[in-house]
């Protein structure tokens, strides 16, 4: 078949000569592909024009609801996804971290954009700046959404996951996205990318596949364009120079080469939990996925005096891996993607052995399982041994992107941190130590050099999810060669879509513009206590003023004997008067929060669900016995939980004395329905 590129809101086939894309196994043709004849132009008018705008018409919380019905609905589809990926030269296993783990991804983005972002389509960055003396003249930072396109390149080893870590962030921060798969692989991408469109849930415009070239797409974007690479540094060097990209700043963040490492701490000895680990995790990142993963590892850093049985315990476990054809059932690993790639390897292979041995893996003709080791593109896992490394430089420049793994001995943690910051910039280090003391001044001798550090002992191993798994939750990038960028890292990833900006403006002005009322503010009547009110008729700014209640001596000591709680300011007074703080006895400040409750609380059934928390909670002055206490409750922020029947409001709480100076301040959290909820008794 041909594969087909999706434009415009329909399936379009290139014209001219097509490339033939092979099974990684067996050799035979699997698909074809072009792009030529393409109006790449055009994809980029109906992306702006039409699938912008209906992304940005939806919320935050909309978004989010549309990512976590299509990652269930790729749940159901993704046998076929499996079948198909056999023919990239995966594993079931190998597959499995592709495209569960990218539809894991759409789950995690769908679940953060629901509980970290707010139902409304302006993200809040930070605090309000207070730019003048009376509160009249502030500053806010914003998030909104860029009107551009994000145009997603992407590399051949992970197909779905690859093209899923990009979407969600972007369709989350509201940009549509342009799809170009590497076309080695593009077969299983235009697949899932098939049950994406045929899902339907996602609005018109939202998304769009290039299979093939990029043509003159590049010659058309403009400075609210964002792209996102995943490929070589060479390739990335000429993308981030191209004319229109530097002319228009168009956003550029790239994941690319990366000479990972993996450090075995001098307290990890052989027969240690520690040692064990390392040995496996090491072989299993030479031959998961054939070693074709950006963050697999490169170096294998270990003390001097652990070499030789490092070296041992490796070629042992290297002789139990089963390689061959993946749709076999003992084979643990298959081949690399293209006949092309494995002449790559090899050709760094060589550039490697200039100055480390082999110690396993080329010796030897190699027998693949149920395939033809001509026909398939096929490598076994191959380990060098570097006795000079700081004399070395092949092992700290060239990325033999497959099964290859070189063991690099050190001296001291000093050169073991050197001999890793060599690689001049890495997606990830990983540390296999039982001492804190040593992990930790490993982990900061790494940090500037890399993006990600996983550090692995034998208590969190079993819920470890492994140096070369990059995860939703945290960034995946590292500075320097690894391309100085990163993706996804939860909400950071969303932002990247999106341009933050600085207003100014009344208080009035920055409500308006957020959607959260800010103190100063004008305050709305709301009629009725505004725990009566539904959470659809609950306005921004309904504010209660409650009416005042003494604090007394006695409500003090109550308070003590019922919470337990005598700390000498509440109870002794000689004690207290020598507080420079006091001057005397106070208040428990819980008791204000609590007292204040009482002060705003609507007891009847209503809207209110519950109260779940309270934040940025600061007592500001100390109240005494005899002074009085009031409150105000602000309707600050309304956030809709879809299809629940309710959602969550925070109220904005001031206790001030009868001075009208604050006591305390701090956000109530509650959740209230999207009905009229009427007391039985009452009514």
């Given amino acids: ?54 992304l940005r018409g939806l919320t935050f919380h ?45 789950f995690v983005y769908a679940s953060k954009g629901m509980k970290e972002l707010p139902d409304s389509r302006v993200y809040v960055d930070g605090a309000v700046e207070l730019l003048s003396k009376s509160g009249g003249f502030l500053g806010q930072h914003i998030y ?95 993308l981030r120079m191209h004319p229109r990209v530097v002319d228009q700043s168009v956003r550029f963040t790239a994941e690319t080469d990366s000479l990972n490492s993996c450090i075995l701490a001098p307290d990890a000895l052989a027969g240690t939990a520690e040692f064990d680990l390392f040995v496996r995790e090491v072989v299993r990142e030479m031959t998961v996925k054939a070693g074709q993963k950006c963050t697999a590892i490169r170096k294998a850093i270990v003390p001097a005096a652990q070499s030789a049985a490092v070296l041992e315990a490796l070629r042992a476990a290297l002789a139990k891996v089963v390689i061959g054809d993946p749709r076999e059932q003992s084979v643990r690993m298959g081949p690399v993607a293209s006949l092309a790639q494995r002449r790559e390897v090899l050709q760094q292979l060589a550039r490697l052995e200039r100055e480390a041995d082999v110690v396993w893996g080329q010796g030897g003709e190699l027998a693949p399982v149920g395939a033809d080791a001509e026909r398939g593109a096929f490598i076994a896992p191959t380990l060098l041994h570097c006795r000079d490394a700081l004399s070395a430089r092949a092992i700290h420049e060239v990325e033999a992107f497959g099964p290859v793994s070189t063991v690099v001995p050190y001296q001291g943690l000093e050169e073991a941190i050197e001999l890793a910051r060599r690689g001049a910039g890495s997606l990830v280090g990983s540390v296999f130590s039982a001492d804190e003391t040593i992990a930790a001044q490993l982990v900061l001798g790494l940090a500037p050099f890399h993006g990600r550090i996983l550090v692995v002992n034998r208590h969190c191993a079993k819920e470890s999810t492994g140096h070369g798994s990059p995860l939703p939750h945290l960034v995946h990038g590292g500075p320097g060669r690894a391309g100085g960028g990163e993706e996804m890292g939860g909400i950071r990833g969303v932002l990247h879509y999106m341009q933050r900006t600085a207003v100014q403006g009344t208080p009035d002005v920055l409500t308006a513009v957020t959607g959260r009322w800010i103190k ?29 209640r003494e604090v007394t001596l006695e409500d003090i000591e109550r308070f003590a004997a019922l919470s337990g709680d005598h700390f000498y300011a509440h109870m002794d007074e000689a004690a207290a008067r020598r507080n420079p703080i006091f001057g005397g006895r106070v208040a428990h400040g819980y008791l204000l929060i609590s007292a204040a409750a009482g002060l705003f609380v609507d007891p009847p059934l209503g809207p209110v669900l519950a109260n779940y928390g309270i934040d940025g909670l600061r007592f500001i002055q100390p109240v005494k016995p005899g002074e009085r206490i009031r409150v105000r409750l602000t309707c600050k922020e309304k956030s809709l939980r879809i299809g629940q029947g309710y959602g969550e409001v925070r109220w904005d709480t001031q206790i001030t004395n009868q001075n009208g100076e604050t006591v305390a301040q701090y956000d109530v959290l509650t959740m209230v329905s999207e009905h009229e909820m009427a007391d039985a008794a009452a009514s």
Wanted: hydrophobic fraction near 45%.
């Fill in 1 to 54: 078949m041909q594969l087909q590129s999706f434009i415009a809101g329909r399936w379009a086939s290139g014209t001219g000569k097509a490339a033939a894309l092979r099974d990684a196994s067996t050799g035979e043709v699997v698909a074809s592909v072009t792009s030529e004849g393409l109006d790449f132009a055009a994809m980029l008018e109906h992306a702006r024009s039409v699938g912008g705008p209906n």
């Fill in 144 to 238: 909104v959404s860029l009107e551009g396109v994000a145009v997603h390149i992407n590399a051949f080893n992970f197909p779905v996951w690859g093209m899923l870590e990009k979407l969600a962030p972007a369709l989350l921060a509201g940009v549509p996205a342009i799809v170009k798969p590497a076309t080695a692989t593009a077969y299983l991408t235009e697949l899932a990318f098939r049950q994406i469109i045929d899902s339907g849930l996602l609005p018109e415009g939202a998304v769009q596949l290039i299979c093939g070239g990029v043509g003159d797409l590049f010659e058309h974007l403009t400075c609210q364009d964002v792209i996102a690479f995943t490929g070589s540094a060479s390739t990335a060097r000429k």
């Fill in 62 to 106: 909309e978004r989010a609801a549309r990512l976590k019905a299509l990652a269930k609905y790729l749940t159901e589809k993704k046998e076929a996804l499996y079948q198909l990926s056999y023919a990239t030269g995966a594993t079931k296993s190998d597959a499995w971290i592709d495209i569960d783990g990218g539809i894991g991804t759409l």
């Fill in 520 to 548: 100063g503010s004008r305050e709305l009547d709301p009629g009725v206590h505004p725990f009566r009110k539904p959470f659809g008729t609950l306005r921004i700014g309904d504010t209660f003023h409650s009416g005042e």
